[in-house]
């Protein structure tokens, strides 16, 4: 008689994914997450064929999580790129490992920084169209201009180097956007 399976799929991927979120995805490895379900990795090797499978789930699970942090982030500004730009240094703010593995690291699973940054949500596609609607003419080079900044201030948070407040943050985002779209 075999032995009963008590260790979904789920549970390893939600576990796997607390430990990313946690520690960072390359504190992922099979001996810490069966320590974290509490488990030998014997029921990890029966759900998954290898630990890039894992991972791959880990990365998929990530990018959506800043999807719907995306959405339900409060945005109150007018001006194109501006709640982006919060929302983007928000959660670097309070999701440090994860915003390095998704926006600070070579991806490894095909996608581009713009690509990770739209997600499912199409978010610069409607910052794009929102500025392009106030008449901006070269929304792209706006956007460019826009993420350097925005990238940068993240970061920053990540390493403890920004000290900015969120309205301070809006008010030099404004500024610039204000700048870059003449």
């Given at each position: ?6 260790i ?36 990890i ?125 809006r ?12």
């Open positions: 008689m075999s032995r009963l399976e008590t979904s799929k789920d549970t390893i991927k939600e576990s796997a994914f607390s430990l990313a979120k946690e520690k960072g995805v390359s504190e992922v490895t099979a001996r810490k997450l069966a320590a974290k379900i509490g488990c030998s990795t014997q029921p090797f029966r759900k998954y064929e290898n630990m890039e499978d894992l991972l791959k789930d880990v990365f998929d699970d990530s990018l959506k999580y800043f999807d719907d942090f995306y959405l339900n982030f409060e945005k109150n500004s007018p001006i194109p790129f501006v709640n982006l730009g919060l929302c983007y240094i928000s959660f670097a703010e309070k999701e440090k490992e994860l915003f390095t593995d998704l926006f600070m690291k070579k991806n490894i699973y095909g996608h581009n920084m713009y690509s990770l940054l739209n997600g499912r949500t199409g978010a610069v596609v409607s910052e794009m169209n929102k500025a392009r609607e106030e008449g901006c003419k070269n929304t792209e080079d706006v956007f460019m201009k826009m993420w350097i900044l925005i990238h940068g201030a993240a970061c920053m948070t990540v390493t403890g180097d920004y000290d900015l407040t969120q309205s301070q943050t008010l030099q985002l404004e500024s610039a956007y204000k700048a870059f779209a003449r």
